[in-house]
């Protein structure tokens, strides 16, 4: 089936493998009269791209985004805009050798049971190169969010046992250190960790989080769209995340009421809640605080050492994978956090528009 | 907008609120031919009917369902499948006096915020009742997945502190134990927990767990429609539930590549995983191995101790809330876990038929 | 697969079969803060119910709609709104002898093929009765239109060769009446065909026009979810329509550019159309001026005379179809075609909201 | 909102306008395994390129596919397939006059009013060069029903007042005359028509035909996914078809029922029917007949002779359109036809696959 459409009014669709000859997305829906430009996508792509870095693959993307369609002098049209990266680096000898067997933790053996053979190179669509149209579809709905004075933050949390220290949060850290880490004190720590790690031929897990700052309360929508809800697919949707939770997450659960319910108090004539355990959001609809998403990713399954696996002949085997895996994922996989988080909210607060009888008829009796 | 349809092909649409006439479901794309009777959808029903226990509310719901259309001589036809339970006892005079005001930790602030207005009574429809057409839904996808060879197992795994012991499981223990844990002891254990959190006017949190046996590898779909992302959609839009997760969950931030790696080995001719960290799904498809999963729930906020919070005027008040609410929510949430994992199983499975040329081609050349 | 759930934002389901125990539809995504009673509804379904008249089968459906939920204290709520038909005067005796057969020009054949068996009783799923749901549906639509500015208004064009005279075209006859026709004459020649025909065992075909007035230009949207597009999947779905077109329709044929074209002008510093050929629809978008779309039903297939067909066992068989039938269907089906335009105007409406950067902007930056 | 993503397993989503860099497609959901290759794709997409013959534009478009994504050792994985084709033939300044003001029987007014502003450049995402992206994943329909025994098959029934003769029906004369008329005879007639227009800076209208061959019976969904329905949306979406029927046609708006009924009788033990006035559908679905499409389409709305309008100022102006403009649309759009007839029953084949529980077990209880 169809897996690779998301949102209903901002609608993406992604497609491209890793060692193809190029990946991309198709935007649908997105209002018209944004201004838009290679830059605004390039931006965002350059944060999931693989850096210089000690902790990450010296496998080298170029990543350049190109727009096909969908915007003119400068605005978008409002019909679809399509964007390309071309794959310049995909050296398929590097990955032959796996073409027969199942790597541990990857999806081989999943994609040839339902598919009945696989495209191996480099994890083929299952690779996380496919999130590269991902971040430019997000990229184009943060920029849109902007506009509407709703700013949303990704950053890791925890690489392997090193945390940020909250008390010390610093926004800026988060595009400086190779972590991705609001907190260049637990940068260090991390990167120290991972090239131990590296040299036991051994990868990391992590904690990523995401803050959406600015969402007015009321978006979401009850039953199956709540918001979290919502959230929670697009996150998971995103290859390694293997818990996602709001607010305060899988500690309600040694809460009791009297801790976790959060009062309302009136505030400058604003309803305000006094704490905010519940992440932002209340029977599925924001209730005007920051929303808080935390998600947990495994270790990089890729490690370079002997692992016992199964080949296409039903063999029991020994393998040792080759090439150029990151020690850890989390860092590279923020932005894909904020990007699908962007869109996903994007989409709620446009369909949000005719929750009610007075807002549609505002709308059809103004003259534009 | 809509939020109250769920599915692709397995499609059902829940209505109706707490204290209206009535709640229900219509089941469309249901496969014809499926023997279905009342009892078989009444016996889910049942288990998220306020029992008579000490831990569960009071108050007292036939939950009889009537099945309006979709099924002739016993069997479904293959249209939509439309389920009614009438409310009985709805009392609306028990919720007159939160009309006005905003209950922490309900909706009815953000309800208002987005629609202007709300059905007070009971929390409208975001009371845990909406839940009813959800369950009714679920117990047709059990039967059919039944017939699949796929079954469905959820229950409690922890109500505040008290855990229950995995090496003491007992299935049978589920559907007898006041708080649906699979342990006699951790239940006795957490009803005493709870009544003494009633006498203090407060409620607990817990955690839920739900297993899926016997489902095939090959299900689910890559990128936005992977079968954890769906399921975590699913668990997360049940009301209370703050946090998801798969296989080691959260966990998985903690550990390393070589322990987390499921190694793969044949077993009689077969390819099987020698561990499950992964919860049964690579890749977002389901690798043969039980799926694994998790949910959080936060304690119940209705607690019978004042709350500070504000009116429809703008006002600070302190409100102290009535009537009839359990002290945890966890073991009535079990069998719409459950049901919400059965319909986007099956939904997954019946969208996979398609995915192969070969089966396509097998399905239309056959002579049926 | 499910069919029974239309519209994006303003999604119905509809459920129940002709001699089942009742029918209705689940509306989801109606504006919040809409006045609506029963009443609203019952003036709807009263046209589609067959009357005392000689054209219209004698049955009698006191069709009465319940509202179950989603209206709270006199307005929508914004959530499900549910309504129910009871079904009273299913007797099932009458078509018990074609369980076994498959009339000419229904649909028992192919319901056997696609799902095994069918509910044979008065067609099941696929009789008339099936509109209920549609038209109770749409009467919410139109309610929403009307405050919108935005009038439908569907009728008889013709029945078998007696057309209606557009020079004396009457709105007021159309619900006076007994064929819906705008011309009091036409009626009165087309009961004079329609008798001659009964007591020839014979049915007619006709045609039926639908008017859609003051809707804004800008609605719809390009490429697959072009207005005309959505409009014409609407009507079709329709039982019994063969034929659908927009403005002069499949003449369009035989004309030239110079013809069909339509100039604009300024009027009234408004930009206007000086003809409509194009039926207010230019590049799958609403131009301003009124909707035209036209339908061609075919007869009924139900006669009083010997059929030829086949049985389930293979054999050929004569037939001669008793019970309750129209000679014609347009004069009951034209509410249907108004409901459905209706419906499928007001998603688009709703959806096109978000079409512009300058009135996301302008919706999020107005204080409510 | 999203208007350029069609189809529910078999989803295809198209970008791209006139005279933007590029036009493309991602096909989702395509069964993994089949043989593709772009010549597969090449040759549909030849047959909507302008010829060089006398009565097509004589703009020259290489249109020449690449496969970007899905296809690994020349089959299908079962992922997304993109498809793109650059534009190279693109000369704004041929349209650089008509920018600010709207040209009769277009969208240019239209897609302004929804908006804001528009990519004025031939037509931008209305022109007929949108069509591109629905060929290209026409062609890979048509390749996988090809494999299930379907085979689909559009032509030119009209052009003006020449019809094609349907006792002289020849099916290779559909590639090769410049009408894609079935019947060399007309096809003269009709070019010596045009020829005639063409002197006389006029256009015509004209009418093709579809023809769905080997389909069996059981295929489309009953209420609103039904496949004439479907069929219906599918056509209408094709700019400038005004009118969509079925078999008979508008022309059963005349018939009696005893006319227009067809009999089912035995046939070598199968049901077959003695006529096809329904065009191989009955109650939404198929019943194993041929299936009939008409489409009516209008004359070609660029005609060199001055016509009145409005400009963007709001004065009134003539305009006199110039460039590269076919006098007819027909024989281009035959191509478009078939393919989104293949795009709409290849999905509706699909999703029947889980119509019935006895297919549902077998699937699944087979070892593959």
């Given at each position: 089936?169809?897996?690779?459409?998301?949102?209903?009014?901002?609608?993406?669709?992604?497609?491209?493998?890793?060692?193809?000859?190029?990946?991309?997305?198709?935007?649908?829906?997105?209002?018209?009269?944004?201004?838009?430009?290679?830059?605004?996508?390039?931006?965002?792509?350059?944060r999931?791209?693989?850096?210089?870095?000690?902790?990450?693959?010296?496998?080298?993307?170029?990543?350049?985004?190109?727009?096909?369609?969908?915007?003119?002098?400068?605005?978008?049209?409002?019909?679809?805009?399509?964007?390309?990266?071309?794959?310049?680096?995909?050296?398929?000898?590097?990955?032959?050798?796996?073409?027969?067997?199942?790597?541990?933790?990857?999806?081989?053996?999943?994609?040839?049971?339902?598919?009945?053979?696989?495209?191996?190179?480099?994890?083929?669509?299952?690779?996380?190169?496919?999130?590269?149209?991902?971040?430019?579809?997000?990229?184009?709905?943060?920029?849109?969010?902007?506009?509407?004075?709703?700013r949303i933050c990704a950053y890791t949390r925890s690489i392997g046992p090193v945390e940020v220290d909250r008390e010390k949060f610093d926004r800026e850290a988060i595009l400086k250190t190779q972590t991705a880490m609001p907190d260049r004190e637990a940068d260090a720590a991390a990167i120290e960790y991972l090239?131990?790690?590296?040299?036991?031929?051994?990868?990391a897990g992590g904690c990523m989080e995401c803050l959406v700052e600015g969402l007015?309360?009321?978006?979401?929508?009850?039953?199956?769209?709540?918001?979290d809800?919502?959230l929670?697919?697009?996150i998971?949707?995103?290859?390694?995340v293997?818990a996602v939770e709001f607010g305060d997450g899988h500690e309600v659960a040694k809460h009791?009421?009297?801790e976790n319910n959060d009062s309302?108090?009136?505030?400058?004539?604003?309803?305000r809640k006094t704490s905010n355990h519940a992440g932002g959001i209340?029977?599925?609809?924001?209730d005007g605080s920051n929303i808080l998403i935390r998600a947990y990713v495994?270790?990089?399954?890729?490690?370079?050492?002997?692992?016992?696996?199964?080949?296409?002949?039903?063999?029991?085997?020994?393998?040792?994978?080759?090439?150029?895996?990151?020690?850890v994922?989390v860092p590279?996989a923020v932005v894909?956090m904020e990007?699908?988080t962007?869109?996903?909210?994007?989409?709620?607060?446009?369909?949000?528009?005719?929750?009610?009888?007075?807002?549609?008829?505002?709308?059809?009796?103004?003259?534009?």
């Open positions: 089936m169809a897996g690779s459409t998301y949102g209903i009014v901002f609608k993406i669709t992604t497609w491209g493998e890793s060692h193809g000859k190029a990946l991309g997305v198709a935007i649908d829906g997105c209002p018209a009269g944004l201004e838009l430009e290679e830059a605004d996508i390039q931006r965002y792509l350059d999931r791209k693989p850096g210089a870095s000690s902790i990450a693959t010296p496998r080298k993307e170029a990543d350049e985004v190109e727009i096909l369609s969908g915007v003119f002098e400068g605005r978008t049209t409002g019909t679809p805009i399509s964007l390309m990266v071309r794959n310049t680096s995909q050296i398929s000898r590097d990955y032959s050798e796996i073409a027969s067997c199942y790597r541990p933790g990857h999806a081989d053996y999943t994609f040839e049971e339902k598919y009945g053979f696989r495209d191996y190179r480099g994890g083929g669509r299952s690779s996380g190169r496919e999130t590269a149209g991902r971040v430019a579809a997000g990229a184009v709905a943060c920029k849109v969010l902007e506009k509407l004075g709703v090239q131990g790690l590296r040299r036991d031929t051994d990868s007015p309360a009321g978006i979401g929508d009850p039953v199956f769209e709540k918001l809800a919502n929670a697919r697009a998971m949707s995103i290859g390694a293997k009791k009421g009297s309302f108090r009136m505030e400058n004539g604003k309803v209340l029977g599925g609809i924001s495994k270790p990089t399954p890729s490690i370079f050492r002997p692992q016992q696996t199964v080949n296409q002949s039903g063999e029991n085997i020994e393998i040792k994978i080759k090439g150029r895996h990151d020690p994922i590279r894909v990007c699908m962007a869109i996903t909210v994007l989409d709620a607060m446009m369909l949000n528009m005719s929750a009610r009888m007075d807002s549609l008829v505002d709308f059809y009796s103004t003259e534009r």
